[in-house]
């Protein structure tokens, strides 16, 4: 399973990435909005970075718009995957860019539907979001679970992107279900880590180094 960063914050990403956790990257205009810095300054800065795929998204809703945008970000560097909604014009904007030659993630991707129309597109990834369908109490892992199973019933190779993860059990389930891919915030990557018999199993160990007097330096 490859892990892509959902983030804009470039130290961010370098501490993930400098422990080999990092995939590829995503971004979406909100996160750029968050960063507070120039979509293309910030994109080169984190293509420099990173060696796998960085998702950046066309701004535009008309698929002409949506192509010159995608041209002109797929030159900041050779990694950049385009990123695209799941509409029409979104889907016209993906056949387009990737008969270029240019990865493509279709992205805000709700239906099972919706991922054969990004397959036959020419998507390289697919994006959809598990934890805002969660939000309006419909079953997100469902979904990557079903887009699995079709994929898989007609050997489509685009890669399934499990997109708006909130929490740490979303990452396994989504490992369990065999998603391609997952991105995550970076404060959900590193909550993997967490356990609570962990941190009371270190305490007990560290109650005995004390009063042992156990010294290793
Ligand atoms: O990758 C898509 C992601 O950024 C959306 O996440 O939490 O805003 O639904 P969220």
Same mark, same amino acid.
């Given at each position: 399973?490859?892990f892509f960063v959902d983030t804009a914050d470039?130290?961010a990403i370098a501490e993930l990435n400098?422990?080999?956790m990092v995939d590829g990257v995503t971004t979406?205009?909100?996160l !750029?909005?968050?960063?507070?810095? *120039?979509?293309?300054?910030?994109?080169?800065?984190i293509?420099?970075?990173v060696?796998g795929?960085v998702?950046?998204?066309?701004?535009?809703? /008309?698929?002409?718009?949506?192509?010159?945008?995608?041209?002109?970000? &797929?030159? +900041?560097?050779?990694?950049?995957?385009?990123?695209?909604?799941?509409?029409? /014009?979104?889907?016209?904007?993906?056949?387009?860019?990737?008969?270029?030659?240019?990865?493509?993630?279709?992205?805000?991707?709700?239906?099972?539907?919706?991922?054969?129309?990004?397959?036959?597109?020419? &998507?390289?990834? #697919?994006?959809?979001? +598990?934890?805002?369908?969660?939000? #309006?109490?419909?079953?997100?892992?469902?979904? #990557?679970?079903?887009?699995?199973?079709?994929? /898989?019933?007609?050997?489509?190779?685009?890669?399934?992107?499990? &997109?708006? #993860?909130?929490?740490?059990?979303? !990452?396994?389930?989504?490992?369990? +279900?065999?998603?391609?891919?997952i991105t995550a915030p970076p404060?959900v990557i590193?909550?993997?880590?967490?356990?609570?018999?962990? *941190?009371?199993?270190? /305490?007990?160990?560290?109650? *005995? +180094?004390?009063?042992?007097?156990?010294?290793?330096?």
């Amino acid at each position: 399973m490859k892990f892509f960063v959902d983030t804009a914050d470039v130290p961010a990403i370098a501490e993930l990435n400098d422990l080999g956790m990092v995939d590829g990257v995503t971004t979406n205009p909100s996160l !750029i909005a968050k960063s507070g810095r *120039d979509i293309l300054e910030v994109t080169r800065e984190i293509c420099a970075m990173v060696s796998g795929p960085v998702s950046a998204e066309v701004t535009a809703t /008309d698929a002409d718009t949506m192509i010159a945008e995608g041209r002109k970000l &797929a030159k +900041i560097a050779d990694n950049i995957a385009v990123k695209v909604p799941l509409t029409w /014009d979104g889907l016209k904007a993906c056949k387009t860019l990737s008969s270029e030659g240019n990865m493509v993630n279709v992205t805000l991707c709700f239906s099972v539907n919706q991922a054969i129309l990004a397959a036959k597109a020419g &998507a390289t990834f #697919i994006s959809p979001f +598990i934890g805002r369908l969660d939000d #309006i109490n419909l079953d997100g892992l469902q979904l #990557i679970e079903d887009i699995r199973v079709v994929y /898989d019933n007609y050997g489509f190779d685009t890669q399934i992107l499990a &997109a708006s #993860i909130r929490t740490a059990n979303h !990452i396994a389930d989504c490992a369990k +279900i065999g998603a391609d891919v997952i991105t995550a915030p970076p404060a959900v990557i590193k909550s993997m880590a967490s356990h609570v018999l962990t *941190d009371k199993g270190l /305490d007990a160990f560290l109650k *005995d +180094i004390a009063s042992a007097g156990i010294k290793i330096l």
